[in-house]
């Protein structure tokens, strides 16, 4: 009995905790199947009843930006899109009723 | 980029608390260094799952019989997700989850030393579920901010699991304590087999190999050996002296002024011969360990897909 080796499949588990949360990503496990996968991953990740549910995805067939560099991010000014950007309409709101008649 | 350029924004990046992961760029010696303790424990996982193993069947009663079941269930489950991650930085070094299992059967790869010993009596599986996975906890707590991003995530999961084996450990221990004179008698008798080898746990006080100095610089680990025993000690002696148990150590005791736990150096002899796979039951676990290796090579082929040149 001799096979040729061959290279495992690795997929990425995600799961669900509830039903209207979202699938978060739990980790990843090699698998002959994605019916062996979802066996082994209901076995890895929910033996306590964790998640509800269970994506398999092999890792190969996900598409992925470049993991670009926290601080270079966040260094550009982006106050326009966030709420605290705002927070100046309360001023804008008392300084108008002071000056209502 | 230069090497010393990419060496630069690599520790910049790890002085900023941002995480590796395993596609980033690393220098060599951190891939090794990561691997080579995440291996360590994965290892330790497996082989710790073996002396609970053995109390199954025995286990008094079908709630504690699941209990344990559940409990080793967890054990190979945690050697799974590990050597998982393992696998990724270990993939650019050319090895494979073979072999790291050939590395451990054949004694290359180290385990933790407590799972060398054996485990005689039911209150050693008290014992061990309180006390070693308590000390497990501490090791792992402090690791769950390790610069290796792959390995926190996996560790949190692992953490909140061991939490629960402390308190299935505890409520046994809890319960021979509460007992005849013949179950507490067992329960000292199995706290004083056991004290020497969790002392041991965390590993000589004075370590200072360049090699761990660079393991902290990189933040693959974060506390030394000292502090996460002095961390055990805080938070596990008092409650083994609440309950009248006596480690067997004289000397043990909370100095008032600076909080230091004072105690008595165990044997390191022992230690280095039981780490360089000595130990009372090192020789027949890893036995069993290649047994079950070889005999379910099937199934491994079944689930993973491995096709190995048989
Ligand atoms: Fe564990
Ligand atoms: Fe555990």
């Given at each position: 009995?001799s096979?040729?080796?061959?290279?495992?499949?690795?997929?990425?588990?995600f799961?669900?905790?509830?039903?209207?949360?979202?699938?978060?990503q739990?980790?990843?496990?090699?698998?002959?199947?994605?019916?062996?996968?979802?066996?082994?991953?209901?076995?890895?990740?929910?033996?306590?009843?964790?998640?509800?549910?269970?994506?398999?995805?092999?890792?190969?067939e996900i598409?992925?930006?470049?993991?670009?560099d926290?601080?270079?991010i966040?260094?550009?000014?982006?106050?326009?899109?966030?709420?605290?950007?705002?927070?100046?309409?309360v001023?804008?709101?008392?300084r108008?009723?002071?000056?209502?008649? | 980029?230069?090497?010393?350029?990419?060496l630069?924004?690599?520790?910049?990046?790890?002085?900023?608390?941002?995480?590796?992961?395993?596609?980033?760029?690393?220098?060599?010696?951190?891939?090794?260094?990561a691997l080579?303790?995440?291996?360590?424990?994965?290892?330790?996982?497996?082989m710790?799952?073996?002396?609970?193993?053995?109390?199954?069947?025995?286990?008094p009663?079908?709630?504690?019989?699941?209990?344990?079941?559940?409990?080793?269930?967890?054990?190979?489950?945690?050697?799974?997700?590990?050597?998982?991650?393992?696998?990724?930085l270990?993939?650019p070094?050319?090895?494979?989850?073979?072999?790291?299992?050939?590395?451990l059967?054949?004694?290359?790869?180290?385990?933790?030393?407590?799972?060398?010993?054996?485990?005689?009596?039911?209150?050693?599986v008290?014992?061990?579920?309180?006390l070693?996975?308590?000390?497990?906890?501490?090791?792992?707590?402090?690791?769950?901010?390790?610069?290796?991003?792959?390995?926190?995530?996996?560790?949190?999961r692992?953490?909140a699991?061991?939490?629960?084996?402390l308190?299935?450990?505890?409520d046994?221990?809890l319960?021979?304590?509460?007992?005849?004179?013949?179950q507490?008698?067992?329960?000292?008798?199995?706290?004083?087999?056991?004290w020497?080898?969790?002392?041991?746990?965390?590993?000589?006080?004075?370590?200072?190999?360049?090699?761990?100095?660079?393991?902290?610089?990189?933040?693959?680990?974060?506390?030394?050996?000292?502090e996460?025993?002095?961390?055990?000690?805080?938070?596990?002696a008092?409650?083994?002296?609440?309950i009248?148990?006596?480690?067997?150590d004289?000397?043990l005791?909370?100095?008032?002024?600076?909080g230091?736990?004072?105690?008595?150096?165990p044997?390191?002899d022992?230690?280095?011969?039981?780490?360089?796979?000595?130990?009372?039951?090192?020789?027949?676990?890893l036995e069993?360990?290649?047994?079950?290796?070889?005999?379910?090579l099937?199934?491994r082929q079944?689930?993973?897909?491995t096709?190995?040149?048989?």
């Amino acid at each position: 009995m001799s096979h040729e080796p061959v290279e495992e499949t690795v997929y990425e588990v995600f799961g669900q905790t509830d039903r209207g949360e979202p699938y978060v990503q739990l980790g990843s496990l090699p698998a002959a199947d994605p019916e062996m996968g979802l066996m082994l991953a209901r076995e890895l990740f929910s033996r306590r009843g964790e998640v509800i549910s269970l994506w398999l995805v092999e890792r190969q067939e996900i598409h992925a930006t470049e993991r670009l560099d926290g601080d270079l991010i966040r260094g550009t000014d982006r106050t326009y899109r966030m709420g605290e950007g705002y927070r100046v309409t309360v001023e804008k709101r008392q300084r108008l009723r002071r000056v209502k008649p | 980029m230069t090497d010393q350029a990419r060496l630069e924004a690599f520790e910049a990046k790890i002085a900023g608390g941002e995480k590796i992961e395993s596609d980033d760029w690393m220098p060599e010696l951190y891939r090794k260094q990561a691997l080579r303790l995440i291996l360590t424990h994965a290892n330790s996982e497996l082989m710790g799952a073996l002396p609970e193993r053995e109390w199954i069947p025995r286990a008094p009663g079908m709630h504690r019989k699941l209990a344990v079941l559940a409990k080793v269930q967890d054990e190979i489950g945690h050697a799974q997700l590990i050597y998982r991650v393992a696998e990724d930085l270990a993939r650019p070094l050319g090895l494979t989850r073979d072999d790291f299992m050939q590395d451990l059967i054949s004694g290359k790869a180290k385990f933790h030393n407590v799972f060398s010993y054996p485990a005689p009596t039911w209150a050693d599986v008290g014992v061990i579920a309180w006390l070693v996975d308590g000390a497990a906890l501490v090791t792992q707590g402090a690791l769950l901010r390790t610069s290796y991003g792959p390995y926190g995530r996996i560790l949190r999961r692992i953490c909140a699991e061991e939490a629960i084996h402390l308190k299935h450990g505890e409520d046994i221990v809890l319960t021979l304590a509460a007992g005849t004179a013949d179950q507490r008698q067992m329960l000292q008798d199995a706290l004083s087999r056991w004290w020497e080898p969790l002392l041991h746990f965390f590993g000589p006080p004075d370590e200072v190999s360049p090699n761990t100095e660079q393991m902290v610089r990189w933040g693959i680990r974060l506390k030394s050996n000292e502090e996460m025993r002095q961390e055990f000690l805080q938070n596990y002696a008092p409650k083994i002296l609440e309950i009248g148990l006596l480690p067997p150590d004289p000397g043990l005791r909370k100095d008032p002024v600076s909080g230091v736990w004072q105690y008595t150096q165990p044997n390191w002899d022992v230690f280095w011969k039981v780490v360089r796979g000595d130990g009372p039951k090192t020789k027949e676990r890893l036995e069993l360990r290649r047994m079950a290796y070889e005999d379910q090579l099937w199934v491994r082929q079944a689930v993973r897909g491995t096709h190995h040149v048989a």
